[in-house]
């Protein structure tokens, strides 16, 4: 597909760099934090595609993805609520001096397809989106974009019926200008590759890969809802979603594969010492980084890319599982292209996806109290929160993820409430200005 890349907005550094170097594009067309981005200022574009967390479509209460705050009267409202054309006031006093900083990249991508009008586009998002816990909002997603001039084509599709062995379900939403829209796009129809887990797997790979017998024992005692050894991947599988944890990472969706079994097997039966015997007898391994890139559908090339740029192995990992499966973009593409061939004349595209950790690179965040109400910090949820000072964490949180505060080099003091029972591995590494952590006994 030919096409000109007019910009692309990501506000996490090294996935711009491995995006600038697999598109082979200067990173001076990042446009970075989109928040700060003049919609009216940008360049020409006929294609936007984008993507968001689903958090953004809940409407309210503690998950609300996207929350603004009026500066008047202090009033919170989720702007999703809010019709476009009134929703920079505030719906309590009509104060126009509001603070956006709790925005979501919907609202934000909402924004840009409202100013500059694309020909066409595609959103991404996880198949819950669909559910009833986001079936209003999604509905007011949708009515938006219709008030906007454009017709809207959605469904929930398996990459795994479209060319790379991976079940991995999420929505692909496309959007036309009704004006140029002739009515003839339908979704791509799924068929059987034939691919399965052998056919991207390496035959040797180094031994770091495979699970050790300690960690084997280890894994067995977890206690979490997921248990890897009762879902482990064989040489004819179909890989389960590779999520933004990575599929290398040490957690309970973990995937793991032997080539000593031929499909996905529950490995957690008989005693304690049987089954632990029988998994070591496996060598089970998690992915390859590069195993990672293959299963969502990029070539080696492209990984190599990757590597050239000195992005490290564990963004590597999540790199993979924050991506859209490559195969199912171009199938949609594809059918797109059939039913009207001329929205790819002259493609000039503007791309928004977003890095993944919730407080990810807050460079100016200082100190956070975290209340009784919150019961987890997940897996990078701080991380490389460099001006971050202190933490106090509730009595209500049972679980710290991983890389919760990775790099936070300023970090000096953390004081962890006693509910929690476990840290994940790296949450405080490399937080070289700590001095003080007070770990309470029920931590296992």
């Given at each position: 597909?030919?096409?000109?890349?007019?910009?692309?907005?990501?506000?996490?550094?090294?996935?711009?760099?491995?995006?600038?170097?697999?598109?082979?594009?200067?990173?001076?067309?990042?446009?970075?934090?989109?928040?700060?981005?003049?919609?009216?200022?940008?360049?020409?574009?006929?294609m936007i595609c984008g993507g968001s967390p689903c958090q953004d479509f809940s409407l309210a209460g503690k998950q609300a993805g996207s929350m603004w705050e009026c500066k008047d009267c202090g009033?919170?409202?989720?702007?999703?609520?809010?019709?476009?054309?009134?929703?920079?006031?505030?719906?309590?006093?009509?104060?126009?001096?509001?603070?956006?900083?709790?925005?979501?990249?919907?609202?934000?991508?909402?924004?840009?397809?409202?100013?500059?009008?694309?020909?066409?586009?595609?959103?991404?998002?996880?198949?819950?989106?669909?559910?009833?816990?986001?079936?209003?909002?999604?509905?007011?997603?949708?009515?938006?974009?219709?008030?906007?001039?454009?017709?809207?084509?959605?469904?929930?599709?398996?990459?795994?019926?479209?060319?790379?062995?991976?079940?991995r379900e999420r929505v692909y939403l496309i959007i036309i200008r009704k004006d140029i829209d002739n009515g003839k796009f339908r979704c791509p129809k799924p068929f059987d590759s034939g691919l399965?887990?052998?056919?991207?797997?390496?035959?040797?790979?180094?031994?770091?890969?495979?699970?050790?017998?300690?960690?084997?024992?280890?894994?067995?005692?977890?206690?979490?809802?997921?248990?890897?050894?009762?879902r482990i991947c064989g040489r004819n599988s179909i890989c389960p979603t590779i999520t933004a944890r990575g599929a290398g990472e040490y957690h309970s969706g973990m995937v793991l594969y032997s080539?000593?079994?031929?499909?996905?097997?529950?490995?957690?039966?008989?005693?304690?010492?049987?089954?632990?015997?029988?998994?070591?007898?496996?060598?089970?391994?998690?992915?390859?980084?590069?195993?990672?890139?293959?299963?969502?559908?990029?070539?080696?090339?492209?990984?190599?890319?990757?590597?050239?740029?000195?992005?490290?192995?564990?963004?590597?990992?999540?790199?993979?599982?924050?991506?859209?499966?490559?195969?199912?973009?171009?199938?949609?593409?594809?059918?797109?292209?059939?039913?009207?061939?001329?929205?790819?004349?002259?493609?000039?595209?503007?791309?928004?996806?977003?890095?993944?950790?919730?407080?990810?690179?807050?460079?100016?965040?200082?100190?956070?109290?975290?209340?009784?109400?919150?019961?987890?910090?997940?897996?990078?949820?701080?991380?490389?929160?460099?001006?971050?000072?202190?933490?106090?964490?509730?009595?209500?949180?049972?679980?710290?993820?991983?890389?919760?505060?990775?790099?936070?080099?300023?970090?000096?003091?953390?004081?962890?409430?006693?509910?929690?029972?476990?840290?994940?591995?790296?949450?405080?590494?490399?937080?070289?200005?700590?001095?003080?952590?007070?770990?309470?006994?029920?931590?296992?």
């Amino acid at each position: 597909m030919k096409y000109t890349l007019v910009n692309f907005c990501e506000f996490n550094e090294s996935a711009a760099r491995s995006y600038s170097a697999i598109h082979n594009e200067p990173l001076s067309k990042n446009l970075g934090d989109i928040t700060k981005v003049d919609e009216t200022k940008l360049d020409s574009f006929n294609m936007i595609c984008g993507g968001s967390p689903c958090q953004d479509f809940s409407l309210a209460g503690k998950q609300a993805g996207s929350m603004w705050e009026c500066k008047d009267c202090g009033h919170e409202y989720n702007p999703l609520t809010a019709h476009y054309s009134k929703r920079d006031c505030c719906p309590n006093c009509g104060s126009k001096n509001i603070d956006k900083t709790r925005s979501s990249l919907l609202v934000e991508w909402l924004r840009i397809v409202r100013a500059n009008k694309p020909n066409w586009g595609i959103y991404e998002n996880v198949k819950n989106l669909l559910g009833s816990k986001f079936k209003a909002s999604f509905e007011m997603f949708i009515k938006e974009l219709n008030e906007y001039g454009y017709n809207t084509y959605y469904k929930v599709l398996n990459s795994k019926d479209y060319g790379v062995p991976q079940g991995r379900e999420r929505v692909y939403l496309i959007i036309i200008r009704k004006d140029i829209d002739n009515g003839k796009f339908r979704c791509p129809k799924p068929f059987d590759s034939g691919l399965r887990l052998k056919d991207i797997v390496d035959d040797i790979v180094d031994e770091k890969y495979y699970l050790t017998d300690k960690q084997i024992e280890s894994i067995y005692h977890w206690k979490a809802y997921q248990r890897p050894f009762e879902r482990i991947c064989g040489r004819n599988s179909i890989c389960p979603t590779i999520t933004a944890r990575g599929a290398g990472e040490y957690h309970s969706g973990m995937v793991l594969y032997s080539d000593k079994l031929d499909t996905n097997t529950n490995c957690e039966k008989g005693t304690e010492a049987e089954t632990i015997a029988y998994i070591k007898s496996l060598h089970p391994r998690v992915l390859t980084e590069k195993e990672s890139f293959r299963v969502m559908g990029f070539d080696d090339e492209d990984y190599s890319n990757v590597v050239r740029v000195g992005i490290r192995p564990r963004e590597q990992y999540r790199q993979s599982g924050n991506s859209i499966a490559v195969n199912v973009l171009y199938c949609i593409y594809k059918e797109l292209y059939k039913a009207m061939p001329y929205l790819f004349d002259d493609l000039k595209v503007s791309s928004y996806f977003s890095g993944i950790g919730a407080f990810e690179n807050c460079y100016s965040l200082n100190s956070i109290s975290i209340p009784d109400s919150v019961t987890s910090i997940g897996y990078g949820a701080f991380e490389e929160c460099s001006s971050l000072t202190s933490v106090t964490i509730g009595n209500d949180v049972t679980s710290i993820g991983w890389y919760a505060f990775y790099n936070c080099t300023s970090l000096a003091s953390v004081t962890i409430g006693n509910g929690v029972t476990s840290i994940g591995g790296y949450a405080f590494y490399n937080c070289t200005s700590l001095t003080s952590i007070t770990i309470p006994d029920s931590v296992t």
